[in-house]
Every structure is written in structure tokens, then in C-alpha cells.
């Protein structure tokens, strides 16, 4: 049964550590997605690749770096330089031309 | 830079209500646009828009795009509790990067 998986669920971080997030999917897409929500608010693109090795910032990319090794992981990491993490994290993968499905989201709470 | 603006904000109704959900958009080199449901937790997908003028259905949700005027709507007919979520609407650009709009929360009382 293919899908996404994101961990942890939830993540707590104290400040100044980086924290690495987990994004996997079996669906064989090419392209992969992170997004930031806040309470009330839509999502915020941070980082997407559209295929292996290669990968783009969007809209909040600063304190936030991504690797693309493999086809199927899209591990997002929260630096020391993002000031305001606290936040709940999405993952989402497509095929070109599709509509993008989102993994279940992880909740990173700085202390 | 993309822009989806989505309204109301919020919206409470009774059970059998019509609900309708605005969007408009600015974008640049548009492919489609779609819409979200979001309960606690991840985005579902209901629908994706590309051509002006088809509506789509889906039971009880129904949605129309209108690429000369930039926005899109999302109807909901006898709504239920279980249609109490955030609704989000997304465009698609030619790069495959989707820009959201802040959601519209809708609270369906019994």
C-alpha cells in the first residue's frame, strides 16, 4: 500500500540544536515538497525537488536545508538559524501534472 | 510572486446549510488549481481545476474555475458536521510549485 510517512509525529527541540525531519514515500514520484503551517494560517513552501540531486528554495527556505539523495527520502533540517521553528511541518510528493498528496505532518516544538 | 487569497476567513452554519467557498488567485503561468480539506491533521485532496467553465462534482462538493475572472469556488450543499474542517485552496504553476491561500475554517453546528 503506497504512501508518505513523516517522523517523528511530534519533535521537541530546545534552541540552538538542529533537528532533522523524516519524509519517505513508496508512490515512485518525482517531485517532493516540505511546507510550514502556523496555527490559522494556509501552508508556506520551504524547500522542493523535482528530482534526485536536485532541489529549489521557496518561499521561507532560510534556516532550513534539504538533501535529495534518493527518489524516495526528503529529509528536511531545522538549523540553529531558523528563529522561530515552532511550527507543524508538512511533507508532499507528486507525479508531474498531479496533485501533490501530504504525508500525516510533524510537530516541532521549540523549548 | 503567487497570491491566493481565500474567503470568508471563517464561516459557522447549521446543519443543511449551503456553504460556498471563494479563491482568487494571481499567478504566473498557471496550470491548475485545487482544493483541500483539512481536518487535524493532513491536507485531502478534493479537487483539482484546470479548465474554466467545468464544474466538479463530488456528492455533496462541487467546484467551478473561471480563468478569465482568477478565482474558483467550493460548494458544499446540506452540509454535515463531518464537513467541519479548514479548506484550502492551492494554485500550480509551469514549475510545479503550489502557492496556498490561508484557508477558510468552517464550523458545521448541529
Known amino acids: 500500500d503506497g504512501g508518505i510517512t513523516q517522523s517523528p509525529k511530534y519533535l521537541f527541540r530546545k534552541e540552538g540544536q538542529n533537528v532533522t525531519l523524516s519524509c519517505e514515500q513508496n508512490l515512485n514520484h518525482d517531485a517532493m515538497y516540505w511546507y510550514r503551517q502556523d496555527p490559522g494560517q494556509g501552508l508556506r513552501l520551504i524547500y522542493y525537488s523535482q528530482i534526485v540531486n536536485d532541489f529549489q528554495k521557496g518561499d521561507i527556505a532560510e534556516g532550513y536545508s534539504v538533501s535529495r539523495e534518493k527518489k524516495e527520502s526528503f529529509p528536511l533540517t531545522v538549523t540553529s538559524a531558523q528563529k522561530n521553528p515552532t511550527a507543524f511541518y508538512l511533507c508532499?510528493?507528486?507525479?508531474?501534472?498531479?496533485?501533490?498528496?501530504f504525508g500525516p505532518g510533524t510537530r516541532l516544538t521549540v523549548l | 510572486e503567487d497570491k491566493v487569497v481565500q474567503s470568508p476567513l471563517s464561516l459557522v452554519v447549521h446543519e443543511g446549510d449551503t456553504v460556498t467557498l471563494n479563491c482568487s488567485y494571481e499567478v504566473t503561468n498557471f496550470r491548475s488549481l485545487l482544493w483541500y480539506k483539512q481536518e487535524k491533521k493532513a491536507p485531502t485532496f478534493l479537487f483539482m481545476l484546470?479548465?474554466?467553465?467545468i464544474e466538479k462534482k463530488s456528492g455533496r462538493l462541487s467546484s467551478i474555475l473561471d480563468k478569465k475572472e482568477l478565482f474558483s469556488i467550493l460548494n458544499i450543499t446540506a452540509t454535515q458536521t463531518g464537513d467541519s474542517a479548514v479548506y484550502l485552496c492551492a494554485v500550480n504553476n509551469a514549475g510545479n510549485m503550489l502557492t496556498f491561500g490561508g484557508g477558510t475554517r468552517l464550523m458545521v453546528k448541529p
Open positions: 484546470t479548465s474554466s467553465g
Open positions: 508532499a510528493s507528486s507525479i508531474d501534472l498531479g496533485s501533490p498528496r
